[in-house]
């Protein structure tokens, strides 16, 4: 039988400070060394990776149009790792040894030649077996030459393994994405492409699989017999942040829908895998996806922020910010009813649905059962309703998961009231490991498990192919809804949403905004169902 840790203090030493794992040696290169997402997440979360990892080690070397020497560059990550609490000294001795530098210059022929060199000359110096990882930290209007530069001057295989790694958005539409596979595909095996999206890196979106897969429990009731339906929330309480011209050109259903909610919608609704390995796994994500049914326009609300206020404070509309045209049609909101046909789950909803300039920022997943097809409790005069359970899954912030069911209070009359079971993950494992420390990880060991299929993009924009060109030609309406609200009314979509609505404190409790006849927000007490 297998050692249970029922020891929430001895289990918090599994948190991120204890990733004792091994590692290939290997030299990561990072295309766009000197960005934003470099500084900010990846350089940590690398240093997190390579200096805790109990065998193995690994260099990094930086590539950008940056006319920098290996000591500028090495000052620069010195400075991404300062907000990491870490000893100075070490860092310092991390960047001598294993941090490099190499501009790119015009990204000529030539130039790759040269950034070949400096790869060979490292892995000569560090001794280095050849493992490779190209990650491209890159705008996507520059993959393509990327890409092809790599190939062309051979970087796409080595004495070692070769892996390359692209960020999201892979592909604007069907006909890009296609055009980006067969690009990628001229230089790479579809074994050597790691296509990332740091959501499937959260410990909890992972824990999906454990939690569908190890508990027989409810992997019996994930079927259309038993549940109603399921909702995916993700919001956001943030604007655009200074990414107007970017994102106006996308809008909500590019940015989020076709990658984030749905690779969420895919791990809720697959049919178990044959084994949990990486082929296995997206094999039957592919499935979900070549199952759902074309979207409606009756099936698509969009919305797009205006001014408004939270806590007090002033919020900008969308068309206010900077880098957005004044008469700016993009969606910054769009919530979508989505049918999956196959046997598991013919008439179960999956409502997808996010926005910029929410009420709370939150990620949560919302598991609505079916009620008793009998309810025996009507007939007492003092219960009005017994209400469905519902499972809440909290993928970011406070990850865990609450499970909501009826009890007799115990007192007179005769009173069903909603309580709730709860896990919090940070009160077994104390802090969860950074998402992309995850993926890098997985990366180094060659684990696709969490990475997207070529496949899985293409049937992913195959399936909002309708939705943009409706939206492409103004033909699906857009409408306003207040910043710092739950966005625009989606009565038409579906009555009422299990969790977030207008007029309830949901960051008092972490419960659905609308329970069985509410649960108190503000004290955290249940509520009857009765009259009384």
Same mark, same amino acid.
């Given at each position: 039988m297998p050692e249970r840790d029922t020891n929430a203090a001895g289990a918090r030493e599994a948190g991120p400070a204890a990733l004792q794992v091994e590692i290939p040696d290997h030299l990561f290169v990072i295309f766009g060394a000197t960005g934003d997402l470099a500084h900010r997440k990846l350089l940590p979360a690398l240093h997190h990776v390579l200096t805790n990892a109990a065998t193995g080690r690994g260099c990094v070397l930086g590539v950008s149009r940056s006319e920098l020497d290996d000591a500028a560059f090495r000052d620069q990550v010195h400075g991404a790792l300062e907000a990491r609490d870490l000893d100075p000294e070490a860092m310092s001795a991390w960047c001598e040894e294993c941090v490099h530098y190499e501009p790119v210059g015009n990204g000529d022929e030539t130039d790759y030649e040269r950034i070949r060199a400096r790869i060979q000359r490292i892995e000569a110096d560090q001794d280095l077996p050849g493992n490779r990882v190209f990650y491209l930290a890159l705008p996507p209007q520059v993959f393509e030459p990327t890409i092809r530069a790599l190939g062309a001057s051979g970087l796409n295989d080595g004495p070692g393994w070769t892996r390359i790694v692209v960020e999201k958005p892979f592909g604007h539409d069907l006909a890009s994405a296609r055009e980006l596979n067969a690009i990628v595909h001229?230089?790479?095996?579809?074994?050597?492409?790691?296509? /990332?999206?740091?959501?499937?890196?959260?410990?909890?979106?992972?824990?999906?699989?454990?939690f569908r897969f190890a508990n027989a429990m409810f992997e019996s009731l994930w079927n259309r017999d038993r549940i109603e339906r399921v909702e995916i929330t993700v919001a956001e309480a943030l604007g655009v942040e200074g990414r107007g011209g970017y994102y106006d050109g996308a809008g909500a259903v590019r940015d989020m829908i076709q990658n984030h909610l749905t690779q969420l919608m895919t791990l809720v609704a697959m049919e178990v895998p044959t084994t949990f390995h990486a082929d296995a796994i997206r094999r039957e994500k592919i499935k979900v996806l070549e199952s759902v049914s074309p979207i409606a326009p009756e099936n698509v609300v969009l919305g797009q922020y205006v001014a408004g206020e939270a806590d007090g404070e002033a919020l900008p509309g969308y068309r206010e910010e900077e880098g957005v045209p004044p008469d700016s049609r993009t969606e910054t909101f769009a919530a979508l009813k989505v049918e999956i046909a196959n046997w598991r789950w013919q008439g179960v909803p999956f409502f997808l649905r996010t926005g910029k300039r929410m009420a709370v920022r939150s990620t949560r997943i919302a598991v609505r059962f079916r009620c008793a097809p009998v309810s025996i409790f009507e007939d007492e005069a003092q219960?009005?309703?017994?209400?469905?359970?519902?499972?809440? /899954?909290?993928?970011?912030?406070?990850?865990?998961?609450?499970?909501?069911?009826?009890?007799?209070?115990?007192?007179?009359?005769?009173?069903?009231?909603?309580?709730?079971?709860?896990?919090?993950?940070?009160?077994?494992?104390?802090?969860?490991?950074?998402?992309?420390?995850?993926?890098?990880?997985? /990366?180094?060991?060659?684990?696709?498990?969490?990475?997207?299929?070529?496949?899985?993009?293409?049937?992913?924009?195959?399936?909002?192919?309708?939705?943009?060109?409706?939206?492409?030609?103004?033909?699906?309406?857009?409408?306003?809804?207040?910043?710092?609200?739950?966005?625009?009314?989606?009565?038409?979509? /579906?009555?009422?949403?299990?969790?977030?609505?207008?007029?309830?404190?949901?960051?008092?409790?972490?419960?659905?905004?609308?329970?069985?006849?509410?649960?108190?927000?503000?004290?955290?007490?249940?509520?009857?169902?009765?009259?009384?």
């Amino acid at each position: 039988m297998p050692e249970r840790d029922t020891n929430a203090a001895g289990a918090r030493e599994a948190g991120p400070a204890a990733l004792q794992v091994e590692i290939p040696d290997h030299l990561f290169v990072i295309f766009g060394a000197t960005g934003d997402l470099a500084h900010r997440k990846l350089l940590p979360a690398l240093h997190h990776v390579l200096t805790n990892a109990a065998t193995g080690r690994g260099c990094v070397l930086g590539v950008s149009r940056s006319e920098l020497d290996d000591a500028a560059f090495r000052d620069q990550v010195h400075g991404a790792l300062e907000a990491r609490d870490l000893d100075p000294e070490a860092m310092s001795a991390w960047c001598e040894e294993c941090v490099h530098y190499e501009p790119v210059g015009n990204g000529d022929e030539t130039d790759y030649e040269r950034i070949r060199a400096r790869i060979q000359r490292i892995e000569a110096d560090q001794d280095l077996p050849g493992n490779r990882v190209f990650y491209l930290a890159l705008p996507p209007q520059v993959f393509e030459p990327t890409i092809r530069a790599l190939g062309a001057s051979g970087l796409n295989d080595g004495p070692g393994w070769t892996r390359i790694v692209v960020e999201k958005p892979f592909g604007h539409d069907l006909a890009s994405a296609r055009e980006l596979n067969a690009i990628v595909h001229e230089y790479y095996e579809e074994s050597q492409i790691y296509r /990332i999206d740091h959501y499937l890196g959260k410990q909890t979106v992972q824990n999906l699989l454990v939690f569908r897969f190890a508990n027989a429990m409810f992997e019996s009731l994930w079927n259309r017999d038993r549940i109603e339906r399921v909702e995916i929330t993700v919001a956001e309480a943030l604007g655009v942040e200074g990414r107007g011209g970017y994102y106006d050109g996308a809008g909500a259903v590019r940015d989020m829908i076709q990658n984030h909610l749905t690779q969420l919608m895919t791990l809720v609704a697959m049919e178990v895998p044959t084994t949990f390995h990486a082929d296995a796994i997206r094999r039957e994500k592919i499935k979900v996806l070549e199952s759902v049914s074309p979207i409606a326009p009756e099936n698509v609300v969009l919305g797009q922020y205006v001014a408004g206020e939270a806590d007090g404070e002033a919020l900008p509309g969308y068309r206010e910010e900077e880098g957005v045209p004044p008469d700016s049609r993009t969606e910054t909101f769009a919530a979508l009813k989505v049918e999956i046909a196959n046997w598991r789950w013919q008439g179960v909803p999956f409502f997808l649905r996010t926005g910029k300039r929410m009420a709370v920022r939150s990620t949560r997943i919302a598991v609505r059962f079916r009620c008793a097809p009998v309810s025996i409790f009507e007939d007492e005069a003092q219960v009005r309703s017994v209400e469905p359970n519902v499972l809440l /899954i909290t993928l970011q912030p406070d990850e865990g998961f609450d499970l909501f069911f009826e009890v007799k209070a115990p007192s007179e009359p005769f009173r069903v009231v909603t309580r709730r079971l709860d896990f919090r993950y940070d009160e077994a494992f104390g802090a969860l490991p950074d998402a992309y420390e995850t993926l890098l990880l997985d /990366i180094v060991q060659g684990d696709q498990t969490l990475f997207v299929h070529a496949q899985e993009v293409e049937a992913s924009w195959q399936l909002y192919a309708p939705v943009l060109e409706r939206i492409h030609f103004g033909e699906e309406p857009v409408q306003r809804y207040p910043a710092g609200s739950w966005g625009p009314p989606c009565d038409s979509l /579906i009555e009422r949403w299990t969790w977030g609505e207008e007029g309830v404190d949901v960051m008092d409790e972490d419960v659905p905004a609308n329970p069985p006849q509410g649960r108190n927000s503000a004290s955290g007490e249940a509520r009857s169902t009765s009259d009384a």
